[in-house]
């Protein structure tokens, strides 16, 4: 079965401070993985994916990602956090059953302190 | 505002009653998935519609619980008889067929709270 992991329920880091958010994967075969944000009340907004080539995807609000398929990771990074970055952040793999639904992890809190 | 918009954005009702939610995905987008959300975990999958097809559904949506996406466009979720654990974020996002590595673009979510 395929599945992702966060590791960490909550990720505290320093503005300024460059920040990781992990995650793990589980698939057969070749992976598709996304990182999404979600704000207080709000829905899902996309950050980056990863589907194939390098392995350093950059995305949106200057985060990236590395994936590494000898470790089986998709960890999330930013080199510079900012406060306004505090959200709670998902990974998720694309099911590859079919019909590209996401199988997603149980989310880390990322808090950014002044 | 051309992204996914559902309505209500918030729901509360009495254990018992009926409720539905609407979702109107972006317009050119004809793939249209519906996620399930509780406090401290990520969005469950529930259901998945390719134009008005249902093609999948999860062991998650039992069956007091419907979508319908008619004509291909606006979708509904209907909770018949809710119970108190159906109390949960409902996420809607769809997405474009014609690109199998597309991201899916997620609305606001309507939160449902059973007393």
């Known amino acids: 079965a395929q599945s992702v992991a966060q590791p960490e329920d909550q990720v505290n880091v320093a503005e300024g401070n460059p920040l990781t958010v992990k995650c793990t994967y589980s698939v057969s075969g070749n992976p598709y993985l996304f990182w999404y944000v979600q704000y207080p009340n709000r829905g899902l907004q996309f950050l980056l994916k990863y589907i194939t080539g390098d392995n350093l995807v950059k995305g949106s609000y200057g985060f990236e990602a590395e994936f590494n398929k000898s470790q089986t990771s998709f960890h999330l990074k930013k080199p510079s956090a900012l406060v306004s970055d505090s959200a709670l952040y998902f990974c998720?793999?694309?099911?590859?059953?079919?019909?590209?639904?996401?199988?997603f992890g149980a989310g880390t809190r990322l808090a950014v302190h002044p | 505002d051309t992204g996914v918009s559902q309505n209500p954005r918030h729901k509360i009702t009495k254990r018992g009653q009926n409720v539905t939610f609407r979702c109107d995905p972006i317009s050119e987008h004809n793939r249209l998935y519906w996620y399930r959300q509780t406090l401290g975990q990520g969005p469950e999958f529930l259901t998945y519609?390719?134009?008005?097809?249902?093609?999948?559904k999860s062991r998650l949506l039992s069956d007091r619980f419907s979508a319908e996406r008619p004509k291909g466009s606006f979708s509904t979720l209907e909770i018949q008889r809710t119970e108190q654990g159906d109390s949960a974020m409902y996420l809607c996002?769809?997405?474009?067929?014609?690109?199998?590595?597309?991201?899916?673009?997620f609305g606001q979510g309507t939160r449902l709270t059973v007393v």
């Open positions: 996002a769809s997405s474009l067929r014609a690109d199998t590595n597309t991201e899916a673009f």
């Open positions: 998720a793999v694309r099911d590859m059953g079919g019909y590209n639904k996401l199988i």
């Open positions: 519609f390719q134009n008005e097809a249902q093609l999948e």
